[in-house]
């Protein structure tokens, strides 16, 4: 299986404005959903791909700009966990006459690519979106439509997709599940007359366009000479937002289903305090860096001093690169070396320390060392998200039930209190208590069953799929 959190932008000109450098700042603002990889695509050549971050390319971005002019483009940044970061991996690709990139998971690529010439998958040769791709160019050589191609191909399909899609006739396309698990937005450039899908809202910022609304779950749009065009090709209630996306993935200035990230954490916080006080706490500290606002919530809730006693090295080589994403084990204990204690604010004192989540442990452990050799006297960690104990098919990379602390050590007590008491020893802090997806739920602003919750309570009933669940060696096709 196939797992991928990317960011996928698309752009067209009505007047017939270069978007490049549009297309190369989205995927800049929008670099926190993959690092692993980016690319761009205009009508009528093969896509560009890089390897690495798109800072990395700094130099050639007067070049790039010139060479690939167009008033259309899509874009993408890669985020993955099977496989290696090959080129050939890298997205956008190309079938025919038709460029694709994707933010999702297809789970059931494998019989999907039977439908494609019978050929044999694995990650080495093929991925879920190459397949897709080349099931859309079939359907839509079969009739001709291009909405009721993606319409059939959703049918066949089992899994969550944001896709971007550019003709070689230069239309651009976006489509966006009919569940909703992905973000997908629309925005518009007034000065040269663009418009703009993007996986969040942090990449119109970047290029002085206004946020319009959300491409709603179901909904394909095109965007082309004659303007843009938007129609249903699926419905499916209750939708299933990705409720990660609120408490890590997202970036905090983006705005998804009307609901700002920054204030939807802050309130995450402030209503974590009020089910979990730590009443003898002297200062409340963030793991940097998407648990901040909840800890300010959580600070000013319960009265206490909000203090940065955790800061991430800017200057080391992966200062700025989050853990979480990091496809290799090694990678993630890297990043984590270079997260600094503030002596002064640690020192003597009971903390309350915020974080988004804990999935393997491995970073909670070395933060709760961290503190400890900076001299904290007690230690009370308070998650935003409640315990992970399944794998996620909808995107996330929580690929493996086996690599999951709470699956580990408590999946026979998941409560908020019950999972933390056992998931303090293990990690070393004094005290563990996790958010309850209702809680989280009211925090937000979205109603609970509008939300995905599948890697807490292994409900698969969104994705219709009873998973067979594998590890992680299997799901790299190394067994």
Known sequence: MVHENCGVVGAFSLNGSNVIPFVIDSLRALQHRGQESWGLAVPNRMPLKKLGLVSAAATEFQTLVKRYKSHAAIGHVRYSTFGKSTLQNAQPLKVKDLCVAHNGTIANVEELSSMVGGCTFTPQTMSDTLVAAQRLVMHTTENGNFTEAVSTLRDEMVGSFCFTFLTDSGCVYAARDPKGFRPLVMGYHKETNTYVVASESCAFSAIGAQLKRDVEPGEIMKMSLSGIESEQFSVDMPHSHCAFEYTYFAHPSSIMEGVNVY???????????????????????????????????????????????????????????????????ESRIEINKGIIPIREVIDGKNIVVVDDSIVRGNSSMSIIRTLRAAGAKR????????????????????????????????????????????????????????????????????????????????????????????SRKQMKGED
Do not use: W
């Open 263 to 329: 204030a939807a954490r802050r309130r995450i916080g402030k209503f974590l305090a009020k089910q979990f006080p730590v009443h003898d706490a002297d200062v409340v500290i963030p793991v940097p860096d998407s648990a901040r606002p909840a800890a300010l919530g959580y600070a000013l809730e319960i009265g206490k001093p909000f203090e940065e006693g955790l800061l991430k090295d800017r200057y080391s080589r992966r200062g700025s690169m989050r853990s979480f994403i990091e496809p290799h084990q």
């Open 379 to 470: 230690i009370s960690m308070i998650i935003t998200y409640p315990p992970i104990s399944y794998p996620c098919y909808a995107g996330i990379d929580f690929p493996s039930q086996e690599e999951l602390l709470a699956f580990r050590h408590a999946s026979n007590d998941l409560s908020g209190t019950g999972a933390g008491d056992k998931i303090s020893k293990i990690i070393g802090a004094d005290y563990v208590a996790y958010n309850s997806t209702t809680n989280l739920a009211k925090a937000i602003g979205i109603p609970k069953e509008e939300l995905c919750f599948t890697c807490s309570t292994g409900d698969y009933s969104a994705l219709g799929i009873k998973p067979i669940f594998k």
